[in-house]
């Protein structure tokens, strides 16, 4: 069974940091390139957001405005997925989602975590 497990998530003040967590279980970590997601307050989860994209070769991708901010990494040994979060603003406020895509398979199978929430309120 595949899981997808988010941690770290929570109460910061504008300009603080956070760390993100994601531990996957159930699946062959390094075949799949894994992101970040996000959703707002009142958006659905076809809204989604992206926030970042780590490649099986470690090169990564940001949404625009998470860009200079955000730092997604992957630990295949630890079948872990990190996002820092630096220099939160309240606009960042969301559950986050670990997503992974299995890209050696032409089924490309996806798979979604619970999801944690993050919210940038003084």
């Known amino acids: 069974q595949v899981q997808l497990v988010e941690s770290g998530g929570g109460l910061v003040q504008p300009g603080g940091s956070l760390r993100l967590s994601c531990a996957a279980s159930?699946?062959?970590?390094?075949?799949?390139?894994l992101g970040w997601y996000r959703q707002a307050p009142g958006k659905q989860r076809e809204q989604r957001e992206l926030?970042?994209?780590?490649?099986?070769?470690?090169?990564?991708t940001y949404g625009d405005s998470v860009k200079g901010r955000f730092t997604i990494s992957r630990d295949d040994g630890k079948n872990t997925v990190y996002l820092q979060m630096n220099s939160l603003k309240p606009e960042d406020t969301a559950v986050y989602y670990c997503?992974?895509?299995?890209?050696?398979?032409?089924?490309?199978?996806?798979?979604w975590g619970q999801g944690t929430q993050v919210t940038v309120s003084s």
């Open positions: 159930g699946i062959i970590f390094s075949n799949h390139v």
């Open positions: 997503n992974a895509v299995k890209v050696t398979d032409p089924r490309r199978d996806i798979y």
């Open positions: 926030v970042a994209i780590v490649s099986r070769s470690g090169s990564t």
